[in-house]
Nanobody
Framework: QVQLVESGGGSVQAGGSLKLSCVAS????????MGWYRQAPGKEREMVSV???????TYSDSVKGRFTISRENTKSMLYLQMDSLETEDTAVYYC???????????WGRGTQVTVSS
């Protein structure tokens, strides 16, 4: 059974930092491209960052330079370090696993991040 469990969300003031974590089980973690997505109220879900099996990273323009994605294969963990948070970063953040040509195959339930001014 595949499980992706996010943690680390919360409320923070603008300019602050949070670190999200995602623990994966039931997937071949070391063989999977992993990612973080987010969905703000009234908006479509959008890609935040993706990390490949070889640790190549991709970021959306809106978070580039402020967020850092990483993975710890020995623990099947995915992380998202978020610095210089802005109110526009307020959203539910989702962990995604195992990207194919059809998109990511598995999703977590999400963790809420709220940034206040």
């Amino acid at each position: 059974q595949v499980q992706l469990v996010e943690s680390g969300g919360g409320s923070v003031q603008a300019g602050g930092s949070l670190k999200l974590s995602c623990v994966a089980s039931g997937i071949p973690f070391t063989a999977c491209t992993m990612g973080w997505y987010r969905q703000a109220p009234g908006k479509e879900r959008e890609m935040v960052s993706v990390i490949s099996v070889s640790a190549t990273t991709t970021y959306s323009d809106s978070v580039k330079g402020r967020f850092t994605i990483s993975r710890e294969n020995t623990k099947s963990m995915l992380y998202l370090q978020m610095d210089s948070l802005e109110t526009e970063d307020t959203a539910v953040y989702y962990c995604a696993a195992c990207r194919t040509t059809s998109g990511f195959q598995h999703w977590g339930r999400g963790t809420q991040v709220t940034v206040s001014s």
